[in-house]
């Protein structure tokens, strides 16, 4: 007869253990769904990394073809391939476009510097970055240089150029269109902004197809503020 208010409490104990148990894996499922949602929002625009197809609201930013160009001032060179040079970053390229070659710096986003050569830059820079060292900056700056290059040397691209020229340089403003994995068109600025590879603070210019400016300029914004949330490129370091 003892025995059985001990059996009744072994029971209860159990049963609340195994309610423990259960909480506790419903958490961590919760956690790495969570976990898996943010990685989702980064990667969604960047379909390099992903199989997720674009969204309809990043669609309006780049022409699909010559008929959608509704800014005569613009140039459009079908077909570029990337040329070797000491001169590309992670924001400027040397473009071959037919028998030419031409040094193209893009539009609205500075990629960071990947060498110190540049001390006033680098601290305009870092103090973009939410203050992050100097060596997290050209650390970051290498990265995006070897992954804006690596998508213009596997596939072919679309310059669209106003011929604007940066200074008294040989090099000229443009944008670069490429096409994804899965088809869908993007500007290379895009890509650098969601990755957290740019800071969005140069000269822009109305889009190909019309878009205003200060619209293009606001959708970066919205690709930073992800790279931010998620804390990738530049902002992987930022101070608690």
Same mark, same amino acid.
């Given at each position: 007869?003892?025995?059985?208010?001990?059996?009744?409490?072994?029971?209860?104990t159990?049963?609340?253990?195994?309610?423990?148990?259960?909480?506790?894996?419903?958490?961590?499922?919760?956690?790495?769904?969570?976990?898996?949602?943010?990685?989702?929002?980064?990667?969604?625009?960047?379909?390099? &990394?992903? /199989?997720?197809?674009?969204?309809?609201?990043?669609?309006?930013?780049?022409?699909?073809?010559? &008929?959608?160009?509704?800014?005569?001032?613009?140039?459009?060179?079908?077909?570029?391939?990337?040329?070797?040079?000491?001169?590309?970053?992670?924001?400027?390229?040397?473009?071959?476009?037919?028998?030419?070659?031409?040094?193209?710096?893009?539009?609205?986003?500075?990629?960071?510097?990947?060498?110190?050569?540049?001390?006033?830059?680098?601290?305009?820079?870092?103090?973009?970055?939410?203050?992050? /060292?100097?060596?997290?900056?050209?650390?970051?700056?290498?990265?995006?240089?070897?992954?804006?290059?690596?998508?213009?040397?596997?596939?072919?691209? /679309?310059?669209?150029?106003?011929?604007?020229?940066?200074?008294?340089?040989?090099?000229?403003?443009?944008?670069?269109?490429?096409? /994804?994995?899965e088809?869908?068109?993007?500007f290379?600025?895009?890509?650098?902004?969601?990755?957290?590879?740019?800071?969005?603070?140069?000269?822009?210019?109305?889009?190909?197809?019309?878009?205003? &400016?200060n619209?293009?300029?606001?959708?970066?914004?919205?690709?930073?503020?992800?790279?931010?949330?998620?804390?990738?490129?530049?902002?992987?370091?930022?101070h608690?």
């Open positions: 007869m003892d025995q059985k208010p001990h059996s009744f409490s072994a029971i209860v159990i049963a609340i253990l195994g309610v423990l148990t259960v909480v506790a894996w419903l958490y961590k499922i919760g956690k790495n769904q969570e976990a898996q949602v943010l990685k989702n929002e980064v990667t969604a625009t960047v379909p390099f &990394e992903s /199989t997720a197809p674009a969204t309809p609201r990043d669609r309006q930013f780049v022409p699909a073809a010559r &008929e959608e160009i509704k800014n005569p001032n613009y140039e459009v060179l079908l077909g570029c391939e990337l040329v070797e040079s000491r001169a590309n970053d992670g924001n400027t390229f040397r473009v071959r476009h037919r028998d030419n070659e031409y040094v193209f710096r893009l539009y609205f986003v500075d990629a960071p510097e990947t060498t110190n050569s540049s001390p006033d830059r680098i601290r305009s820079q870092t103090k973009y970055f939410n203050y992050i /060292t100097e060596q997290q900056l050209l650390e970051t700056g290498i990265e995006a240089r070897e992954f804006a290059l690596k998508i213009l040397r596997t596939r072919p691209f /679309t310059v669209f150029t106003q011929w604007d020229k940066l200074l008294q340089s040989h090099r000229f403003y443009g944008m670069i269109q490429v096409t /994804t994995n088809g869908e068109r993007r290379l600025s895009e890509l650098l902004s969601n990755r957290g590879y740019a800071a969005i603070e140069t000269v822009g210019r109305k889009l190909p197809n019309g878009v205003e &400016e619209v293009y300029r606001t959708h970066l914004r919205g690709l930073e503020g992800v790279a931010q949330k998620a804390r990738v490129g530049a902002w992987r370091d930022l608690q």
